[in-house]
Each structure stands twice: as structure tokens, then as C-alpha cells.
């Protein structure tokens, strides 16, 4: 994540990601999830927030997933509902869930399958946000696969090329793999030129937004630094920002994860219909294409070549993804999670309200 999104020093409160845990499974319970299920909700977004990724953590998702359970328009004890099966692949309604409560589960699936049968993939419709991609790409690395994941929710936040009125959301993308004594590749990122969630992260702390991430409200990009806009004040662009830079190949991309996640599910075109989106869960058992423990020498034989490629003047070093994100893991497992002090006012104040043990300080 780009260092003008993370909190400044000053805002930093420091938090043993065990507590943290603690808390938001204790929220999650709060609003009626089943004690399993808000455990693994809750890792979903811990393991974001030690990863560096922020915007996909605490900080931006359990307040709006507490408000969307108060509104009853999230689903806290869904029954899914296996729509279409074979050996390989399964289609799940999942009854109103958030995504973070069927996507471990959906993943897990699309993993058990490989495992049997050589690759296989679960699509999930009827869903509320799944946090980011990554979570799920790195649950089949951790079991020696290479992962892969989709979503295509929230549309009509991002202008096509050529366009003035948005048509996809963030649609965003994931792939892991496995090496042998290598960082594991995760390849996480948004079809567009910034993530939503990181306007927020900019919004709290005060940083401004680079040209070419956004358009004003008649689709045309803002080349010039501005400080981030409210929530329906401006629209994003697909990676590439402008034509001339590539941005159909951003939108290509999102229009590819949009056709997989809500039409190869049956649920229908989200920018049509105004469908929340669907979600695509896939692993590839590598023992079904290759020798494992060769394929695991070839990715650390890869990965340490990038690495040790001269860095560009002004740069310390190359890095790939994945890398960055393991060195934050290792070091917040040690030192704490760093919120800002908003984020913990937060947590604070509603565990106050609700009755529920919050020890983040």
C-alpha cells in the first residue's frame, strides 16, 4: 500500500492483533453471526490489517458491516443453497451473507475439489462484500495451490474508457502462489486506479488524491492533486486512468471479472440489474500440472531473481507482490497493528454502547 495511505506516526495507536481479534469477533457475535462464523469473518479482516492493507481491515469495513446488519440487509445466520454442482465446480446462493462469512467457506470448497480433481472453482451470488481478494487466493497458498479470486459488487463507481457516467465497481482481482523459502506471490489489486476504500483512508488522514485516479461527476479525469472528494462527488477510473495510458485495459479486465462473477453465476448483470455482485473462488492443485516440489524451486528461483534485479536510481530495492506484505505480517505479529486513533474512538464507543469487553489500548 502506497505510504500516503497509512497513518501518520502522531495517529498511530498500536494494538496486539489478538485484542483486536477479540473485539471485532465479539462485535461480529453482537449482530448475531454464529460464534464459527465470526471467527473466520473476523480473520478475514485481521489478516488484512497485518498485511498491510488497510483499506480492506477494521478500520473501513466493521462499521459499515455493523450498519448494514442493524438495516437487516445483511444476512448474520444464512443458509447456502448449492444451486448447481459437478465435480468441479459448484454455483451457491448464499442467502444475504456477507462475503467475508461464505468467502472462507466458498474458497475451502473450491480447494477440496482440487485437491480431488486437479483445479476447480466455486461462484457465489446473492452475497455483501467480501473485503478484498487476497484473503482467499492465500487460503489455497498456505495449502500448497495456486489461488484465485474475483468480485464484481458495487457497481456504477467506475467510468468505461471513453465513458461519463460510471458502469463497474472496483471489481477487484487476486492471485497466490507458493514458493519453497520465498515470500508466497499475492497478487491483490482493484481494476481501477485506486480502491475505493483507499479514498476513505485518504479522507481520514489527509492526503491528497493523485491526478488521474478520479473523474468530477461528468466523467472527466481530474488531473490535478486535490484533496479527496465526499462520497458521491466524483467517480474512479480503471487502471491506466486515461485512454492514452491503457485504461481499456483496466476496463477490459473489470468487464472480464464482472462476466465470471455475475453471468457465468446466473445472477445476471450487475450494472443492469443493480445487483450487489457475485464472487469466483478457484484453486489449482499444482501436483495436477507439474512436480510440486519442482514447481516450488522454479517460484523461489523466480522470485529471488526479481528481487536481486538492480534498483532504479532513487529506489532501495525491486520487489514483487507479496513480499512487502509478508515483511508487515511478521512484523505486526510482533509490534501490533497500528490504527489510528479514530478507528479505535470507534470501536471504543460502540463496545460501550452494546455492552461488549474492549481492551484496545
Known amino acids: 500500500m502506497l505510504e500516503r495511505f497509512k497513518v501518520p506516526e502522531q495517529d498511530r495507536v498500536y494494538v496486539p492483533q489478538e485484542r483486536v481479534r477479540a473485539a471485532t469477533e465479539a462485535i461480529f457475535r453482537h449482530n448475531g453471526v454464529p460464534e464459527d462464523d465470526a471467527v473466520t469473518s473476523t480473520d478475514v479482516l485481521i489478516k488484512n490489517d497485518l498485511r498491510g492493507v488497510e483499506s480492506h481491515g477494521v478500520s473501513n469495513g466493521l462499521r459499515r458491516y455493523v450498519a448494514e446488519y442493524g438495516a437487516n440487509s445483511l444476512n448474520p445466520k444464512p443458509e447456502f443453497k448449492v444451486t448447481r454442482e459437478s465435480k468441479t465446480t459448484m454455483t451457491v446462493d448464499a442467502d444475504g451473507a456477507l462475503g467475508i462469512h461464505v468467502g472462507p467457506w466458498a474458497m475451502q470448497v473450491a480447494i477440496d475439489k482440487a485437491k480431488e480433481f486437479g483445479m476447480a472453482a466455486v461462484a457465489v451470488t446473492n452475497s455483501g462484500h467480501l473485503a478484498g481478494c487476497g484473503y482467499y487466493a492465500m487460503m489455497a497458498a498456505e495449502q500448497g495451490m495456486i489461488g484465485h479470486c474475483m468480485t464484481a459488487g458495487g457497481s456504477h463507481q467506475t467510468v468505461p474508457t471513453f465513458g461519463s457516467k460510471p458502469v463497474m ?3 477487484p482481482i487476486a492471485w497466490a502462489a507458493p514458493a519453497r523459502s520465498m515470500p508466497p506471490f499475492l497478487f491483490d489489486v482493484a481494476t481501477t486506479q485506486v480502491a475505493n476504500n483507499k479514498i476513505g483512508l485518504a479522507r481520514r488522514i489527509g ?3 493523485e491526478p488521474g485516479w478520479i473523474t468530477d461527476l461528468d466523467g472527466e479525469p481530474i488531473m490535478d492533486p486535490i484533496d479527496p472528494p465526499d462520497t458521491g462527488d ?17 476496463f477490459g479486465l473489470a468487464l472480464m471479472n464482472e462476466i ?9 448483470p450487475g450494472p443492469v ?11 489449482y492443485d499444482i501436483e495436477a500440472f507439474t512436480d510440486r516440489e519442482k514447481f516450488l524451486d522454479d517460484m523461489d528461483d523466480l522470485l529471488k531473481f526479481i528481487v536481486d534485479v538492480p534498483p532504479a536510481s532513487g529506489f532501495d530495492r525491486v520487489i514483487y507482490a507479496g ?11 510482533k509490534d501490533g497493528i497500528p490504527y489510528h486513533r479514530e478507528v479505535i474512538e470507534w470501536f471504543e464507543s460502540y463496545c460501550a454502547e452494546v455492552g461488549i469487553e474492549c481492551n484496545l489500548r
Not at 477510473?237 to 485504461?247: C, V, Y
Not at 465470471?260 to 445476471?268: A, D, F, P, Q, T
Request: include cysteine; glycine fraction near 18%; aromatic fraction near 10%.
Open 273 to 283: 440489474h443493480g445487483t450487489p455482485g457475485g464472487h469466483f473462488f478457484q484453486a
Open 234 to 250: 466524483y467517480y474512479l477510473l480503471h487502471i491506466g486512468g486515461t485512454r492514452e495510458n491503457g485504461s481499456h485495459k483496466g
Open 207 to 209: 492526503a491528497q488524491i
Open 323 to 333: 513480499l512487502v506484505e509478508n515483511e508487515d505480517e511478521k512484523k505486526r505479529m
Open 260 to 268: 465470471i462473477c455475475n453471468e457465468l453465476s446466473g445472477y445476471g
Open 169 to 171: 465497481g472496483t471489481n
